[in-house]
């Protein structure tokens, strides 16, 4: 039989590693009884863990969210995924959060065994972040934003437009969205009776929130919603192109909020004006095949003589 710290251990990395566990399916992992079971789970208690129990032929354990943070226990590659993700968020586009992020990578990177250490500091020294060029974002704002998602209550906040008006929406919050520069969230506007994509770094969040809703679902995923949001129907100029190019050559050169890439490469896409879409279509260096609208063809045209007289 195992020593008995040992055997906690074990019992607590299982309890991680689904959300449910039958008693006699534990005791059979750890090959002890089901009263020791029961016993080793009481001292987990003991120890901070916040740990469900049901009686009965299907009862069981589940672990559970306790007042206060007990120890965890990762593997290596969650050890390594954890790291690089304080790593990056030290130097991300969350604002307030970078202290704390180098203050848990320095209490990480203490713990680790050498040979993780060395597999994060390899990866920190070949790799240069470009992250915090965008629009920062309290931690705060997102961390209120999911609980709302989570607990489906309405949100309002103030919310500034392209326009630099200031108006008060009350929403249905959806999903939160990263694009690899901003943070979007996705929701239901109640005002407007229709689903809107709002830039996170523009809301300022109101206490307390709205009352609880039932969840809407939106005509497509949140990302594509998004996506689709943000690099065309956001813009006051729209376009619909074809580009002839390989998927994995699409992938090198399209930005996440250049717009909506199709299967079949129809690109749906968005600029200030058609000359600005012009200029990013020719930036893109792949071939391409104007949809709509026919005053983009136009421009191209007439772009074409010019340069070709030049």
């Known amino acids: 039989m195992l020593e008995t710290s040992v055997r906690l251990l074990r019992l607590l990395s299982l309890l991680q590693s689904r959300p449910e566990w039958p008693g006699p399916e534990l005791a059979e ?86 040979r993780l250490r060395h597999r994060i500091d390899a990866l920190g020294a070949a790799t240069v972040s470009v992250a915090g060029r965008g629009p920062t974002v309290e931690a705060a704002t997102l961390t209120a934003v999911a609980a709302a998602i989570r607990d489906r209550e309405q949100l309002r906040f103030d919310y500034e437009g ?21 943070w979007y969230l996705l929701a239901w506007d109640t005002g407007r009776e229709d689903w809107r994509t709002f830039r996170a770094d523009r809301i300022r969040l109101r206490t307390p929130n709205g009352p609880r809703f039932t969840p809407r679902q939106p005509p497509d995923d949140a990302a594509t919603h998004v996506v689709r949001g ?20 699409l992938a090198e050169v399209l930005p996440p909020t250049a717009g909506l890439l199709h299967e079949d490469g129809v690109l749906e896409t968005g600029g200030e004006s058609l000359h600005n879409l012009a200029a990013f279509l020719g930036t893109l260096g792949v071939p391409f095949t104007v949809l709509d609208p026919p005053e983009l063809r136009e421009l191209l045209h007439s772009l074409a003589e010019r340069y070709a007289g030049a």
């Open 162 to 182: 392209h326009d630099g008006t200031v108006g008060l929406r009350r929403a249905e919050p959806h999903r939160l969205v990263y694009t690899g520069r901003r």
């Open 29 to 114: 992992r750890l090959g002890v009884t089901t009263r020791t079971v029961r016993n080793d789970i009481e001292r987990l208690r003991i120890l901070g863990y916040r740990i469900h129990s049901t009686t009965g032929t299907a009862g069981g354990y589940r672990l559970g969210a306790g007042a206060a943070l007990p120890p965890l226990i990762l593997d290596d590659e969650e050890a390594v995924a954890v790291a690089v993700s304080l790593r990056a968020a030290a130097s991300g586009t969350v604002a307030g959060i970078e202290e704390t992020s180098l203050r848990a990578l320095a209490k990480l990177q203490q713990m680790l065994p050498s």
């Open 230 to 249: 943000v690099g065309a129907a956001a813009w006051p100029y729209q376009a619909r192109v074809r580009l002839h190019a390989p998927p994995e050559r």
